[in-house]
């Protein structure tokens, strides 16, 4: 069976598929092992011998929310709550990968919205953050999804996502400077257009909580 899907399909929160994809994983480890001939090794000394097998598995780890959709990703844990103040969950470690270099993007993500009659189990806004960091990505694309797809699924009063994040494309290579970081904003509803709860949200996420 051959799978195929688009660009927007792969950017959407929907995409999930349990097909055989269109490549099988033996084609996938010949092209490592391509890459490793290209390179100037020996594909077939000890230690890079099993290599082609563990890069495709890494990459299919790191990048499995291809395969998660927020349905199943939620199992049913919005709940109907009458809260109307903010809801924020901040330092959500974010581990995804540059599409352009396919190199890891580190950093963390702060999220909150404003309830507007529904809420959401808090695990399920880490999850959300993890399921669109394990594609290929842009930090910018990164952060839009994480908003959209909790504005689309609570129908909130608003929306903040910040994302910080380092990018070892500029890291370890091109450019090469370590410690420099990247911040992303997606802002919705209030949050968009209320600079106070703009700023409150700001002000939370320097905030740095002491629990000594």
Request: glycine share 6%.
């Amino acid at each position: 069976m051959t799978l195929s899907f688009s660009r927007d399909d792969m950017r959407s929160g929907t995409l999930r598929t349990k097909a055989e994809p269109p490549v099988s994983d033996q084609e996938m480890q010949q092209a490592v092992r391509t890459l490793l001939l290209g390179l100037g090794e020996d594909p077939d000394r000890e230690g890079l011998i099993d290599t082609p097998k563990r890069v495709v598995k890494a990459l299919k780890f790191l990048t499995s929310g291809y395969h998660q959709s927020l349905d199943d990703l939620l199992n049913g844990a919005v709940f109907h709550e009458n809260a109307n103040e903010m809801v924020l969950v901040r330092d959500i470690d974010l581990f995804s990968s540059c599409e352009h270099h396919i190199l890891p993007i580190l950093g963390r993500a702060h999220v909150a919205y404003i309830p507007n009659g529904k809420v959401i189990g808090l695990s399920k806004i880490a999850r959300i953050c993890e399921m669109y960091a394990r594609r290929l990505q842009v930090q910018e694309r990164l952060t839009a999804q994480i908003a959209d797809a909790l504005e689309g699924l609570l129908k909130p009063q608003g929306v903040a996502v910040v994302v910080e994040a380092t990018h070892m494309c500029m890291v370890m290579r091109g450019v090469q400077k370590p410690g420099s970081w990247t911040t992303t904003s997606a802002m919705r509803g209030t949050f968009a257009e209320d600079p106070k709860t703009r700023q409150e949200f700001m002000s939370l996420i320097r905030h740095r909580p002491n629990f000594h």
